[in-house]
């Protein structure tokens, strides 16, 4: 009976979307095309690898592209105004930028059991939008990594508690770290695990959020672990 009952919701899911699409059409979410969920022009605006090094000796965090322009639009849509159906277009996006440094990075290039967490978010930020924004991302990029001979998991096991005011508020690397300074942490005992441990975030700004989280995770015992995020923020000779 859950079988047939799971059958029938899920083609009431396909008809209701079919519906939607036909009675409210979508666009691009970085530039409004028709019909597009990311047109290929926006699309290949993610298609880079950038390297940006972390505070501290926090290592080093690469993105797909930099928030300006259509990709800042995209993300916005999809962060701040539900637009979910950016999930799997973002997460393959995410999937190829790791297939890519995997294969460009010495440190990383025979690694084939990788650990997918979601970078963090606060309470707030999950009752404001409903959910945990990078953990749709890191599932569907671990499929996508499967599929490609390695053996990927989401581990969600990084915490955001007892942070005041949003980031956007922390203009500084400085002023970000010291925001959630002592407020990340980690739910598993990760010593033993060989695993690349990989944080998944949206936008890299400062760095200082990514670079508490791969302390926290390397604190935990994890002992290889960089980050990836959908965009950073150019410097200004960027």
């Known amino acids: 009976?859950?079988?047939v009952a799971s059958r029938l919701f899920g083609a009431l899911r396909f008809w209701f979307a079919a519906i939607r699409d036909v009675l409210l059409p979508r666009g691009c979410a970085g530039c409004d095309k028709p019909d597009e969920v990311l047109c290929p022009s926006c699309a290949s605006l993610f298609g880079h690898v950038y390297r940006k090094a972390l505070?501290?000796?926090a290592g080093c965090c690469y993105?797909?592209?930099w928030y300006r322009g259509a990709v800042r639009q995209a993300i916005l849509n999809w962060k701040d105004h539900g637009d979910e159906e950016c999930d799997c277009a973002f997460a393959l996006l995410l999937a190829d930028l790791a297939l890519k440094v995997l294969r460009q990075e010495g440190p990383y290039s025979r690694t084939r059991s990788l650990?997918?967490?979601?970078?963090?978010?606060?309470a707030s930020s999950m009752h404001r939008r409903g959910r945990w924004q990078t953990l749709p991302l890191v599932r569907l990029m671990a499929r996508r990594l499967d599929r490609q001979g390695f053996s990927a998991v989401a581990k969600p096991v990084l915490k955001l508690e007892g942070v005041q005011g949003k980031s956007v508020q922390a203009s500084s690397a400085q002023s970000r770290?010291?925001?959630?300074?002592?407020?990340?942490?980690?739910?598993?005992?990760?010593?033993?695990?060989?695993?690349?441990f990989i944080?998944?975030?949206?936008?890299?700004?400062?760095g200082a959020t990514m670079g508490q989280c791969i302390s926290a995770l390397r604190a935990a015992g994890a002992s290889n672990v960089i980050g990836l995020a959908l965009a950073c923020?150019?410097?200004?000779?960027?």
């Open 199 to 206: 944080v998944i975030d949206d936008i890299m700004t400062t």
């Open 177 to 196: 770290s010291r925001r959630i300074a002592g407020h990340v942490r980690v739910t598993e005992d990760l010593k033993g695990d060989d695993s690349l």
């Open 233 to 238: 923020t150019p410097n200004r000779d960027e």
């Open 115 to 122: 650990a997918l967490v979601p970078a963090p978010s606060s």
């Open 63 to 65: 993105g797909c592209s």
């Open 55 to 57: 505070p501290g000796n």
């Open 1 to 3: 009976m859950g079988t």
